[in-house]
């Protein structure tokens, strides 16, 4: 069984993955972290990156994140343009990864799960809801970026209103204790669909 896992940015999606990950029969594969790792290990998306944004998308063969976060983030078609060359390697290599675990509960966490139409591919979709206050403040403690910055990767995602809409399941992330409560009863209602 494949379990989408989605929510805008700061919503708590890694604390989510780590509290399903508690349990024995799930396994959970992070989509923005196989992109990086496909990105720096991949030649043929390394290729296609600085065929299309440049040598200074590579530094000493180590993607420079900075460069192109800088141009994915103030142009939305530079965006769509990196996804058409990454997404398509990462959607293999996820499907490889559910053929070697069809006795587990995969989640696939993806910020971008229904943007990328990922969503697709999955047997159910959990998504994550914080007010957007609180998500901005957690990405600020976060990372070290400002107010603006944060903001502009919001705009590059759906509202959580089009995705709960789209969604099997909502957590409202507001409380270690409540997310807890949430993720076991939605993992309770998972295996006995298994």
């Given at each position: 069984m494949v379990v989408g896992?989605?929510?805008?940015?700061?919503?708590?999606?890694?604390t989510v993955v780590k509290l399903f990950q508690e349990f024995e029969n799930v396994i959970t594969y992070i989509a923005d972290d196989r992109a990086k790792y496909l990105m720096n290990h991949s030649e043929e998306i390394k290729q296609s990156l600085i065929q299309v944004f440049g040598e200074k998308s590579f530094t000493n063969g180590i993607l420079n994140r900075n460069y192109l976060s800088d141009i994915v983030f103030k142009d939305k078609s530079k965006l769509d343009v990196i996804n058409s060359i990454v997404h398509p390697a990462v959607k293999n290599d996820f499907q490889q990864y559910v053929q070697k675990n069809k006795d587990k509960i995969v989640i696939y966490e993806a910020a971008i799960l229904f943007e990328s139409g990922s969503y697709q591919n999955c047997d159910f979709v959990i998504s994550i809801s914080v007010r957007l206050e609180e998500r901005i403040n957690r990405v600020l403690k976060r990372d070290n970026t400002s107010k603006e910055a944060v903001l502009q990767r919001v705009k590059h995602q759906w509202t959580e209103t089009k995705r709960n809409l789209l969604s099997n399941y909502i957590i409202w992330n507001n409380s270690l204790e409540s997310t807890k409560h949430q993720v076991k009863n939605i993992y309770n209602i998972l295996t006995f669909k298994c």
């Open positions: 896992l989605t929510g805008g940015i700061g919503s708590g999606k890694t």
